[in-house]
Nanobody, 127 residues
Framework: QVQLVESGGGLVQAGGSLRLSCAASGRAFANYAMGWFRQAPGKERDFVAAISWSGGTTAYTDSVKDRFTISRDNAKNMVYLQMNSLKPEDTAVYYC????????????????????WGQGTQVTVSS
């Protein structure tokens, strides 16, 4: 089991930047791919980015490519999402999650493959 706590959300103007952090506790964090997802009001939870257990492979949804960067520090049990050039449509609650399976490669984009969701952090981008 991996416990996750997100932080770093807030209110930012369009074009601004935020860095989300996800602190993990529990055993074997470094064995799991990690993902970031987001959920806007009235919408389903959508994939944003994922990173393999080693950090060597990343994946992004098309709408955030070239703007967002996912990274991890296995020594610190941390996962990050650097978000640049933010747009109002990026407004959502952002969640991090750990893969259900250890050592999956490449990381999956499917929400159903993830477990141990954090409580989420609100990101609001004003126009």
């Amino acid at each position: 089991q991996v416990q996750l706590v997100e932080s770093g959300g807030g209110l930012v103007q369009a074009g601004g930047s935020l860095r989300l952090s996800c602190a993990a506790s529990g055993r074997a964090f470094a064995n799991y791919a990690m993902g970031w997802f987001r959920q806007a009001p009235g919408k389903e939870r959508d994939f944003v980015a994922a990173i393999s257990w080693s950090g060597g492979t990343t994946a992004y949804t098309d709408s955030v490519k070239d703007r967002f960067t996912i990274s991890r520090d296995n020594a610190k049990n941390m996962v990050y999402l650097q978000m640049n050039s933010l747009k109002p449509e990026d407004t959502a609650v952002y969640y991090c999650a750990a893969d259900l399976l250890q050592f999956r490669h490449p990381p999956t984009l499917l929400p159903g493959a993830y477990a141990n969701w954090g409580q989420g952090t609100q990101v609001t981008v004003s126009s």
